[in-house]
C-alpha cells in the first residue's frame, strides 16, 4: 500500500513538475514575418528565400556512393 501510495505522490509531482517547466518556458517573440492572414510582411526576404531554393534546385546531385569496382 506505501509503494503504490509513493507511486501516485511521485506520479503528481511529476505532472506538476512538467506544467511548471511547460508554464516557465519562454513564449516565441510575437514580431514574426508572418500575419495573421498568413501573408509575408516582409516581401523582400520571401524572395530571397525562393531565389535560394531555385538555386538549390538547380545545383548538381552530388552521388555519395561510390561504385564498387570489379578487379579480377
Aim: charge should be positive.
Amino acid at each position: 500500500m506505501r509503494l503504490a501510495r509513493l507511486a501516485a505522490v511521485g506520479l503528481a509531482i511529476g505532472v506538476i513538475a512538467g506544467f511548471a517547466i511547460a508554464l516557465l518556458r519562454p513564449r516565441p517573440s510575437t514580431s514574426s514575418t508572418w500575419d495573421l492572414r498568413g501573408d509575408a510582411v516582409d516581401a523582400s526576404s520571401d524572395d530571397q528565400l525562393w531565389d535560394q531554393f531555385r538555386k538549390a534546385e538547380q545545383s548538381p546531385v552530388v552521388e555519395l556512393r561510390a561504385h564498387r569496382r570489379v578487379t579480377g
